[in-house]
């Protein structure tokens, strides 16, 4: 199978994901697309987190009913330390060696792969996937994979631009406003159920 590898704190998920993982499974012919739970990113804050075990099951609650075609990857929630992709793409390779893997990223992100934890290490095990988005992210992104000798590993691909994101959700359900439409319906009931983001809950590494 060519597998799509969208991974994030998902901190909540919302409808800019799913919008970013059909995109791509349409325009790169993916069977399918895994979201990819980061319980402790190197590289950022968790803001608000209510934790790993709970952005596990907002993960699954965004998936219901597209199961064909959207998965939940949990394989970086039973490993210690920081959560590096190039470990991760070494896992998912063990764990499914017939499989081909494309990893999805918007410019700005993949324009910073030099930086990276073993950035050779990723483009051995994956392509990359980069969402264009309407700047010039795309460009610079090519501009890195060319230094780092694999330009050839760069499939761009269409989506529309979203003004959408994690930390806009956090803070509507904050100021009690809806995020209906935002995120997906059972995303909203388990947000609203829980009492999720209402008050920040501290930060975590």
């Not at 075990?53 to 330390?81: N, S, T, Y």
Request: charge should be negative.
């Amino acid at each position: 199978m060519r597998i799509g590898l969208l991974g994030g704190t998902f901190n909540p998920p919302h409808l800019g994901h799913l919008v970013l993982a059909e995109c791509a499974r349409d325009a790169l012919g993916l069977d399918r697309v895994l979201l990819v739970l980061a319980p402790r990113p190197p590289h950022k804050v968790v803001d608000g987190d209510p934790g790993p075990e709970e952005r596990l099951a907002l993960c699954h609650a965004a998936v219901a009913g597209e199961e064909q075609r959207l998965e939940v990857c949990d394989v970086e929630l039973h490993r210690a330390g920081p959560s590096y992709t190039a470990d991760t793409l070494a896992e998912l390779r063990a764990l499914r060696p017939d499989d081909e893997f494309v990893l999805l990223l918007g410019g700005d992100a993949a324009a910073g792969l030099g930086s990276w934890h073993r950035p050779h290490d990723v483009l051995a095990f994956a392509a990359i996937g980069v969402a264009e988005r309407g700047d010039d992210d795309h460009e610079r992104a090519r501009a890195a994979l060319r230094e780092l000798g694999a330009e050839e590993r760069l499939l761009p691909f269409a989506m529309p631009a979203m003004a959408l994101s994690s930390t806009l959700i956090r803070a509507r359900v904050r100021a009690g406003r809806t995020i209906h439409h935002l995120v997906p319906g059972g995303v909203e009931q388990r947000i609203v159920a829980r009492g999720l983001y209402r008050v920040p809950q501290g930060r975590a590494a």
